[in-house]
């Protein structure tokens, strides 16, 4: 597993630095802490700020949603591990305009621990802090114990939604309250065809036959729910909806949004060739696709697979959804 790296130890810090300088009309490190980013661009005062954040090897999430109509910062770990609080803290003062900021990142106990100790920090330095925590994906734990799920690609809507609302104007509650709506609206499951390996390791993170594929697959290589032999696209996407619809309740004439996000190494081709057959299905059951994404947008390094996401969509958060976005990875006009 052939790697384009220095010094395996220093990987993030490179990646960082590098990123920093490609897009430094975006973005901007602080000097308190290198694992600290923040939005380069001017922002309206009184605006709730947004803090994203997770391990490294996710790219384009977490820095790449760094930018106009979605996160002010980012709070970068190292790979497929939380970033300690330390470099939480800093972008939460450096985003901060009076009106709070909000925590959004997935359920990982990581995470969970870092942010909540970091949000007790800020609260000493007299800063509001909400956190809403992704579980999105559905073979992580049963519909009953839904607390206990990962969040996976979904949290891409979560971030895009909590974004939008913060520039709308609403308050800290609000907002916070629209990213948790965001999360309770969406549900999404992957499949796992082929490893990936860690710099520091070169070692595969999960074994597969070379027929064989694993559905529930999470993004750090977590077990899914099964192994099965290789089909069809279309067999494998209709395996996953299956999933996703027994878990959410979707009526005829509703709207949705869709993501068939890929996990680092899966060509364009296959991902429309998947979201091909998510489009027939949905129209099948008289859904609606109100808008559509398809790409990298939360990988695992250059694992082999794919996951779909679907989130329900009212009115208030078509307009959300809609909302321009542009960051160094991701725009939308």
Do not use: W
């Amino acid at each position: 597993m052939k790697k384009l790296v220095n010094d395996p130890e220093n990987v993030v810090e490179e990646m960082i630095d590098g990123y920093a300088k490609a897009h430094s009309d975006y973005i901007k490190r602080l000097e308190a802490n290198d694992r600290a980013l923040v939005t380069a661009r001017p922002k309206d005062e009184g605006k709730v700020s947004i803090l994203v954040g997770g391990g490294s090897g996710h790219e384009p999430a977490f820095m790449g949603y760094v930018g106009e109509g979605m996160a002010d910062g980012v709070a970068i770990g190292n790979i497929f591990s939380s970033p300690p609080p330390a470099p939480i803290l800093e972008v939460t003062k450096a985003v901060d305009n009076g009106s709070g900021v909000v925590y959004l990142y997935g359920n990982y106990a990581g995470d969970v621990m870092n942010f909540s100790m970091a949000a007790e920090m800020a609260e000493m330095e007299d800063i509001d802090v909400e956190m809403v925590v992704a579980s999105d994906d559905v073979a992580s734990a049963p519909k009953e114990e839904k607390e206990k799920r990962r969040g996976i690609a979904g949290e891409f809507f979560v971030y895009k939604m909590a974004g939008a609302a913060a520039d709308f104007g609403y308050n800290l509650k609000e907002v916070a309250e629209i990213a948790r709506k965001t999360n309770e609206y969406t549900r999404s499951m992957g499949v796992g065809l082929s490893p990936c390996s860690l710099p520091q390791t070169g070692e595969p993170s999960f074994e597969l036959n070379d027929n064989e594929i694993e559905y529930g697959l999470g993004h750090h290589g977590e077990p899914g729910i099964k192994k099965a032999p290789l089909e069809s696209a279309d067999r494998i996407a209709d395996q996953l909806l299956d999933e996703i619809y027994k878990d959410m309740t979707l009526k005829e004439g509703e709207d949705v949004a869709v993501l068939v996000n890929g996990l680092g190494s899966t060509p364009r081709m296959e991902l429309y060739t998947m979201f091909r057959r998510v489009e027939q299905s949905l129209k099948e059951k008289g859904i609606n696709i109100y808008r559509s994404y398809v790409g990298d947008y939360i990988t695992s390094l250059e694992m082999g697979g794919c996951s779909i996401t679907l989130t329900k969509l009212d009115d208030k958060m078509k307009k959300m959804v809609d909302y321009p976005v542009d960051c160094p990875m991701f725009v939308q006009k």
